[in-house]
């Protein structure tokens, strides 16, 4: 292996020494731990060390890097303290999880890293909206995140490059190509011999390096971040390498030819560098010995610290709490009931693009992300004009990639800022599912950091648009802890709960049911103002029944109660999660016989989750059963007697007639 010093000084080359001899050395006391139960899992990065110590160790202290499993070397290299490492991975307090994820499934914004999650390609896009945040502050800065060549395969590889080369993001996505997906080999993963080959074809840079020579791949960060700070525009970097153990302990390597074990021996990353520092004088035996005792020292000195630490204490509050950052809404904003403000009177989608608006007046830190949303206005026209107001900057169109556009939400959120992503239609969501699910909603829970990301939905049946524009798929997120979920019936609390929606550091996911855009209209306050999240409304008052409803289900109600001379609380939930227990229980007590009602598909709707909390909470209240009532278990039909059909307002007539002759 030839190593090139260039002009690099012995001070330097130790120093990387130092930094590649840590984690080869903290791994080889894991692997003990292990055998002995003190570890559960060990992802092992040995034979690859060269690739997270050189790359680290080219950046500056405060550029962020997303690793993946067998990126030890980055945290040893932000100088992580060994005790809170190593307690993470006993599940303790201390470490930085709080006991609620393994090994490296954590990030810390101290030392300016983001731990993956086990999905691995998320990660990619969320270092675009990291060097976003910098782009659009001017500042000088690189992100690198990793890649395995199975994670590659992902599409969440492919969205997240392709957005960071039309948006010319600068990063660094080093692909560390180790030869194997866990036990699938290369030929088994792709068709092409090398990811260089990948990088013409995004528009970007592709540059190779041998990803076991540190000093090849410290030299070859090194000038590429220092050029990407001046020049923004992504990179690709491709690492040769080989992992000389399993996926994890426990997959074993009996897939693995022993050739290929035998080969890349020859070139361990560490003992080369090693044995060069000695034959060019630069490291003596003293010195080597000196350091390895150091290290030592450091290892047995954190394991002492975290194997004192106590298991973490199982407490209620805090497991629950800690889904959400916590904060206190501005009262102060919230729209008043004897309001006097002037009015105009809006559609709900002007509602809409007026909360909006006053959103990005209010926040300069605010950027949205969507397709079509910039000069086109968006495929609703909500955000016609903003780019002539906010500029290209912060009103970005997007390429037809959900995941990474969420992700970038993310990203954004770990700079400070704020983001919104909309969705062209609700049903689009399914594509960026994983980044809402897995990475937004647990961000917070994992490790602390809240993703400040607005998912605007357009949602809903009713326009004949079929079953892959129409669906009601707002279920799926009240589901999933780390959300909150919204969604107004009116242009009232469509501009309130928008703003709400914004001013919350949480990520919250936004109905806005299209139907309603252009045929309701009301006086909307011209002033902003917020709806507060979690307090539904009673729009009616009555004693025959409940009906609680949201979005559509509302004027449903409305229409039906006014048609046939209908005594009864309509209760308008406008948030899904968390709603507003207190106000149903209210109402439920009040008149003892209730109809859920929604837009949704009847199994698995909200319906059957608050008639379950009715009959557990307020089953001395009622006085008949609890009916539900939505739409069928169908997906949505194209043509309009179909949809008809589908949609519940026949059925809501039948259960008002059943319930009043109870």
């Known amino acids: 292996m030839h190593f090139d010093r260039k002009d690099y000084s012995n001070e330097t080359l130790l120093h990387l020494y130092q930094h590649l001899l840590k984690p080869r050395m903290i791994e080889e006391k894991m692997l003990i731990l292990l055998r002995q139960g003190k570890v559960s899992k060990w992802f092992s990065g040995i034979g690859q060390e060269a690739i997270s110590v050189g790359s680290t160790m080219a950046l500056d202290s405060d550029e962020y890097i997303l690793p993946l ?34 090994s490296f499934h954590f990030g810390t914004n101290e030392h300016h890293i983001v731990g993956m999650i086990s999905h691995l390609g998320p990660q990619l896009a969320v270092a675009g909206g990291i060097a976003l945040a910098d782009t659009l502050e001017d500042r000088p800065k690189v992100t690198v995140t990793y890649s395995g060549d199975g994670g590659a395969s992902e599409g969440d590889f492919h969205e997240a490059l392709n957005v960071a080369a039309v948006w010319q993001l600068p990063v660094i996505f080093i692909i560390e190509n180790n030869g194997y997906g866990l036990s699938t080999p290369s030929n088994e993963q792709f068709r092409f011999r090398y990811f260089v080959d990948k990088g013409p074809a995004y528009g970007m840079e592709a540059v190779q390096v041998d990803g076991n020579n540190v000093l090849e791949v410290y030299d070859t960060v090194r000038r590429l971040a220092e050029d990407l700070r001046q020049n923004p525009r992504p990179v690709l970097l491709e690492a040769l390498t080989f992992r000389m153990r399993g996926h994890e302990e426990a997959s074993g390597t009996k897939y693995v030819p022993q050739e290929l074990f035998e080969q890349w021996a020859q070139k361990d990353p560490v003992e080369n560098y090693e044995k060069w520092l000695l034959q060019e004088g630069i490291l003596d035996e003293e010195a080597r010995m000196r350091f390895r005792e150091t290290i030592k020292r450091e290892i047995e000195e954190g394991l002492r610290v975290a194997d004192a630490e106590p298991m973490p204490t199982a407490s209620l509050k805090q497991e629950v709490g800690d889904m959400y950052r916590a904060f206190e809404p501005d009262s102060a904003l919230n729209l008043p009931t004897d309001n006097e403000q002037p009015t105009t009177d809006k559609r709900y989608v002007d509602a809409i693009s007026d909360g909006l608006r006053q959103s990005m007046e209010r926040y300069p830190e605010l950027v949205l992300m969507g397709q079509d949303i910039a000069e086109y206005g968006g495929v609703f026209k909500i ?201 149903v229980r209210q109402t439920v007590e009040k008149n003892g016989r209730v109809i859920l009602l929604h837009e949704d598909t009847l199994t698995g709707g909200l319906a059957g989750e608050i008639g379950a909390w009715i009959a557990e909470h307020c089953f001395r209240s009622l006085d008949a059963p609890i009916l539900r009532v939505a739409s069928l278990d169908t997906a949505v039909p194209f043509a309009p007697p179909l949809e008809k059909q589908f949609l519940p307002q026949q059925r809501l007539r039948e259960a008002v007639a059943k319930l009043r002759s109870y």
């Open 69 to 102: 499993h067998r990126n030890l070397g980055v945290f040893t290299g932000r100088n992580v303290p060994l005790d809170r490492l190593f307690a993470q991975w006993q599940g303790k307090t201390h470490g930085f999880s709080k006991g609620r994820d393994r």
């Open 383 to 583: 955000t016609d004009g903003f780019v002539a107001q906010f500029g290209k900057g912060r009103v970005r169109n997007t390429p037809l990639c959900e995941s990474a556009i969420v992700g970038a939400g993310l990203g954004l959120s770990i700079k400070g800022k704020k983001a919104m992503v909309e969705m062209q239609f609700a049903d689009f969501v399914t594509c960026g599912f994983n980044q809402i699910v897995n990475n937004l909603a647990k961000s917070h829970y994992r490790w602390g950091q809240n993703a400040d990301v607005v998912v605007r939905m357009p949602t809903g049946a009713g326009t004949a648009a079929g079953p892959f524009h129409s669906q009601s798929n707002e279920a799926w997120f009240t589901h999933t802890p780390g959300l909150k979920v919204v969604y107004p019936s009116n242009p009232v609390d469509a501009k309130g709960l928008l703003c709400a929606a914004f001013e919350d550091p949480n990520p919250v996911m936004y109905f806005e049911h299209k139907l309603l855009y252009r045929s309701i209209s009301a006086p909307v306050p011209d002033v902003y103002y917020t709806t507060p999240i979690g307090k539904a409304a009673l729009v009616r008052e009555g004693e025959e029944m409940s009906i609680i409803t949201y979005g559509a289900g509302v004027h449903w109600a409305l229409a039906l109660a006014e048609e046939i001379g209908l005594s009864a609380d309509i209760l308008d939930l406008r948030t899904l999660l968390p709603w507003d227990e207190e106000a």
